[in-house]
């Protein structure tokens, strides 16, 4: 008779470094599967070590909890999920581009603002906590 090893939560947690609530989270969200013993308790295969270790490698790459639960559906229809996580990943780069951009774009209205106060310095009017903010005009 051979006898199925199975892991417990807390042993889980220990061989990657992931916090047993952080586990509980992932099973929450169908990432990984636990059986439950006969006393209550989730045990695991150990297999298991390898998809929390993905997962915890996958984030490390900017990949949401939903992107890694979407690849791993792709990987447990039996297909490898190589040219899925590919799109994924170029997805990522453009939102980074157009992130950079919009930090450029912020970066030179704050340098504009620095560069105008510093030759134009505008009087306190009374009431005023910060004459340089004060000036500023709001947009909806």
């Known amino acids: ?61 900017g990949f949401s909890l939903e992107d890694v639960g979407e690849v791993l559906t792709v990987h447990h229809r039996g297909d490898v999920p190589c040219e899925f996580v590919q799109s994924l990943l170029q997805d990522k780069i453009q939102q980074l581009e157009a992130q950079i951009q919009q930090m450029n774009a912020f970066k030179a209205e704050l340098e504009n603002y620095r560069d105008r106060w510093a030759i134009d310095r505008p009087r306190p009017a009374p009431g005023d906590i910060c004459p340089l903010i004060e000036t500023m005009l709001l947009t909806a």
Request: hydrophobic share 35%; glycine share 6%.
């Open 1 to 61: 008779m051979v006898v199925a090893v199975r892991l417990k939560i807390g042993e889980i947690s220990k061989k990657t470094g992931v916090a047993v609530g952080a586990l509980r989270y992932y099973e929450s969200l169908r990432l990984i599967q636990s059986e439950r013993g006969e006393n209550s308790y989730r045990y695991y295969s150990p297999e298991t070590i390898q998809q929390v270790q993905f997962i915890k490698k996958a984030q490390s790459l």
